[in-house]
């Protein structure tokens, strides 16, 4: 399975090498899909982990046990699909294929369960009809 | 057998033409001559509907008492064309302030053909006939004279494939073009596209009555750019962009359905426009072009990421497949104009057409028979 969390470091953490941590102790396959941290100052990190659910579970227990704050996250890309004129330019950048478009109809499909928040359709829309969101 | 475009207009209004959209008569063509689909078909509905950047709209304010003659103008804080005469403009689609460079051009015409109200401002230096020398105010479509879309180039004749060979993700009109030809992108309705389906414009020419963006509007000249010098395939279909149309018609007809404001990443403001052009099978010759499908049209292949050198060629019916094979590569491929919309688009006009509510006109003038690009020297 694969789940995505938002982890809050404080700043004396910063330095670790968390990554390396949770593929040797936990064999766990990481997905970075945002980072925005500074050396001795506080970050947060988006995370995807992509594991058996005990490994996902022992996982995060460790993490929190580190002193880090990690929570699961739903992040989503939004289609403001009634304003879509089924270009399919955003397909040409979704190289996860949670947005294509063929035969027959020519519509632009979105399946989110096959996204990955790589966010290139948002700047691949030239209607800019993609949205980020982010819930806990 | 012949037909002539009277003859074709007498079935239209006695509500008996017989009128098949481009795609359904390729899908035709597989089992029938062109001498059997000249027989049964009247009128064929071809569309298109995407980013054409040369476009835009003339437009007439009315005076203000005292008058202004406009020599500065902002709409909604856009600077459009000061140079028409006192109170007229032209507002291109790529028309754009660098401090807001995702509203343009393109947005002010969808927004007034949205009914919406927009700002205006205008500078003069005043004169003798025209004393006034600033004016602030709002318009819509109700407020002021004229609204006319006036497009010089449209309807590209089709279009070269954009890929990007070198090691940078790229911004493009083309879309998102990734590092390494990690895709293509295309952008033509292929077999439903107008100037595909009539190859030498042997029925479209000045005064042809289309649809644009929802409105009966006509072609008003040959497009800028008209190209007859592109190399041809052995089906006769120019291999990459060659022949293209300016339109005109009125705005206040028109609906954003089929006319919209877009913006392109690092690009700028373009605007998508929707053309749907009746070709009437006159003779077999036509009826033969209108059966073209997505195979037989081949387009070259674009590297955007060095200089624009043609690389190579393939079909519309490979690129919409989802993916090319090229220089032993699979290539991911986008399109990036509306088949859908397309599609919207001629089955919207064969029911004009079929309703009586849309006649066909001869052209005025023909098309232009032997141009050629010419290219900008620098001294």
Redesign the interface.
Known sequence: MTRKFVIKFPAEQTGDSLTYNLIKKFDIRINILKADIDAGRSGTLLIELNAEEEKIQAAVDYISSQGMDISPVETKIKLEAEKC?????????C?SGAL????P???LRFEPEKCIVCK?CL??C???LFKIEFSE | MRKTYEEINEKIRRGQAVVMTAEEVSEMAKTMSPKEILDKVDVVTTAT???MCSSGAILNFGHAVPGIRMEKIKVNGVPVSGGLAAVDTYVGATDCDERNP?YGGAHIIQDLIDGKTLELEAWGKGTDCYPRTHIKTEISLETINEAVLFNPRNSYQNYNVAVNTSDKTL?TYM????PKM????YSSAGELSPLINDPECRTIGLGTRIFLCGAQGYVAWNGTQFNTSKPVNKYEIPVGNARTLAMIGEMREMTSRFL?A????KYGV?I?IGVGVPIPLLDEDLAHRVSIRNSEIETSIEDYGNGGELIGTTDYASL?S?EIEFQGKKI??????????A?EIADMLKTWIKDGQFELTAPVRPMPTDTAMKTLKEL
């Open positions: 004129i089924s270009c399919g330019a955003c397909t040409s950048s190289l294509s478009i063929s035969a109809d020519w519509n290139l700047k691949a030239p209607l800019q | 509907f995407g980013a995702k911004h879309g998102t073009l990734l990690k895709n293509a992108s919209r877009a913006y392109f990443e373009t998508y919409r989802g991911h491929t986008a399109p990036l104009s509306s088949l859908a919309k599609r």
